[in-house]
């Protein structure tokens, strides 16, 4: 699924039209023209992004971090069959994490109903060299899209898994409430 912003596309034709409008040293009567057709253009691609996105919902996936012992370097983020999204972190982004902080790794317009979406995480022990091993958890996980949609990746370890040195993802699922 191609996505196209309409904020660029607007931009560029505008831009078309502007940079015609000063080739053409334009006089007052054909500026009104160029307007005209700018205005048509927009309300155009308005009305069909209305059309085609009537459906859709904004999604917004976060990856965070509750694992003390445990830095993210990198994720992996892919829903249904698109093409995955991968984010590799910085030492002060991962410090960020480990913090409490959260990164919205992607936004996506996806239509109404059930979607599978695939986290994958990449960490490294805490205070760790560069020879130790690497940890992978994964996830694989059913989300409805009915509104507008915050989901949280989260790295956690505890219990058995922290005394094996290992971790998993959990999903959390923010919805906005009064």
């Given amino acids: 699924m191609a996505y196209f912003s309409l904020k660029k ?22 500026l009104p023209k160029i307007k005209a057709q700018a205005l048509n253009i927009y309300t155009t691609l308005k009305m069909s992004e209305d059309a085609s996105f009537s459906d859709h919902h904004r999604v917004h996936i976060y990856v965070g971090n509750r694992a003390d012992d445990f830095i993210i370097q990198a994720a992996k983020i892919q829903i249904d069959e698109n093409a995955p999204i991968r984010y590799v ?9 480990l913090e409490g902080g ?25 205070g760790a060299g560069p ?18 949609t915050h989901i949280e990746f989260e ?21 906005l409430s009064l």
């Fill in 89 to 97: 972190y910085s030492e002060i982004e991962s410090s960020v994490l």
């Fill in 9 to 30: 596309i607007l931009t560029s034709v505008l831009l078309v039209l502007i940079l015609k409008s000063v080739y053409l040293h334009a006089d007052d009567t054909e």
């Fill in 155 to 175: 790295l956690v370890s505890e219990g058995m898994k922290k005394m094996l040195g290992n971790a998993d993802i959990v999903v959390r699922d923010w919805r």
């Fill in 102 to 126: 959260a990164h919205e790794i992607t936004t996506a317009n996806l239509a109404s109903g059930s979607h599978r979406i695939r986290a994958e995480i990449v960490a490294l022990a805490r």
């Fill in 131 to 148: 020879n130790v091993d690497r940890i992978f958890p994964s996830i694989e996980q059913q989300v409805n899209v009915e509104d507008e």
